[in-house]
């Protein structure tokens, strides 16, 4: 069984979905295949060009209240980071030898990120990622400002939309999709009925 995961750094409830399929991928045996796309672009695609929940204060006060409650019962950390520059974090993911460490990349970027409240666009923070997966930081940092990784980026972001994926975080078994960390229940659902022996 192979999972697609479609998210973007800057959302905290795709945060809260990425610890929920890690462990349901433990439980279950399924594969999960990666993909940080452009959240605003997915949105702006179908016409959803209202305010985002973070200028909606009255939605937003309930918003940080609900994710509590999710990280609470996931017993993870939550902690919002000061701004929502995603796009290098996300395209790093395209980054050649990210391609068989997606799953720890991802987790340490979230980490960073949703559990300890670090600036996603922070050089620190990209520090911290090449010292744990040991890559050359000079390095990573040239491929996020080349062109493969925009053209990378766009494409992923792209493909999504032509998938119709409209928010995030969204994930995929075969042709059936389920937005939200909400609905990871109905995943799990599926996976009791149809990997059980
Ligand atoms: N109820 C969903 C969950 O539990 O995950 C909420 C997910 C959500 O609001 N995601 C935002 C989104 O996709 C990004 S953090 N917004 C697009 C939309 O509302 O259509």
């Not at 998210?7 to 999960?32: C, E, K, T, W």
């Not at 950390?77 to 395209?91: E, G, K, M, Q, T």
């Not at 949703?114 to 666009?121: C, E, M, T, V």
């Not at 995929?172 to 990997?195: A, C, I, V």
Request: glycine fraction near 6%; aromatic fraction near 16%; include cysteine.
């Amino acid at each position: 069984v192979m999972v697609d995961f479609y998210f973007d750094f800057l959302s905290p409830f795709s945060y809260l979905a990425n610890h929920r399929l890690s462990v349901l991928a433990g439980r279950y045996g399924f594969s999960i295949q990666y993909h940080a796309i452009d959240l605003a672009r997915a949105k702006t695609a179908i016409g959803n060009i209202g305010p985002s929940n973070r200028d909606l204060k009255v939605k937003l006060d309930y918003l940080k209240v609900d994710l509590q409650r999710w990280a609470d019962l996931y017993r993870i950390p939550l902690v919002f980071p000061p701004n929502f520059n995603s796009r290098r974090v996300n395209a790093g993911l395209y980054y050649p030898a990210a391609r068989e460490r997606a799953a720890e990349y991802v987790r340490l970027v979230f980490d960073s990120a949703w559990g300890k409240g670090w600036a996603l666009d922070a050089d620190s923070l990209l520090a911290e990622v090449c010292d744990k997966l040991n890559w050359d930081l000079g390095e990573f940092e040239d491929f996020l400002n080349s062109e493969n990784a925009a053209k990378a980026y766009d494409e992923e972001t792209q493909a999504a939309i032509d998938r119709k994926v409209f928010g995030v975080p969204t994930v995929f078994w075969d042709d059936q999709m389920w937005w939200g960390n909400d609905r990871l229940f109905m995943l799990e659902s599926r996976l009791q009925k149809e990997t059980q022996p």
